[in-house]
Nanobody
Framework: QVQLVESGGGLVQAGGSLRLSCAAS????????IGWFRQAPGKEREFVAV????????TYADSVKGRFTISRNNANNTVNLQMYSLQPEDTAVYSC?????????????????WGQGTQVTVSS
């Protein structure tokens, strides 16, 4: 069965950078929409970024636009989220998710397959 695994989280000082990776095993997700979502303690899950199955389109939440970049590498079946200028408000568990129907949505309910998440903590 296909699985998604996030990696790259950790503790970083404000202003620092992290690169998260979402790796798929079993089945390629080269044609799936891949979204990144995050959830902070006491907060609802929120959309972060999405990349279309083709890789030609990306969309970002206003809160991260200009600071985060989503990209995909079909050769190794990964999607990355490069984060810079991190702030304490970015602290959350970050999860990647796949939409088999490639609907390129910011709505988490459109995604079927989820990773377990990776913790990002930004200190002030």
């Amino acid at each position: 069965q296909v699985q998604l695994v996030e990696s790259g989280g950790g503790l970083v000082q404000a202003g620092g950078s992290l690169r998260l990776s979402c790796a798929a095993s079993g089945r390629t997700f080269s044609r799936y929409t891949i979204g990144w979502f995050r959830q902070a303690p006491g907060k609802e899950r929120e959309f972060v970024a999405v990349i279309s199955g083709s890789g030609s389109s990306t969309t970002y939440a206003d809160s991260v636009k200009g600071r985060f970049t989503i990209s995909r590498n079909n050769a190794n079946n990964t999607v990355n989220l490069q984060m810079y200028s991190l702030q304490p408000e970015d602290t959350a568990v970050y999860s990647c998710a796949a939409d088999y129907l490639d609907r390129y949505s910011s709505n988490w309910q459109r995604y079927q397959l989820w990773g377990q998440g990776t913790q990002v903590t930004v200190s002030s």
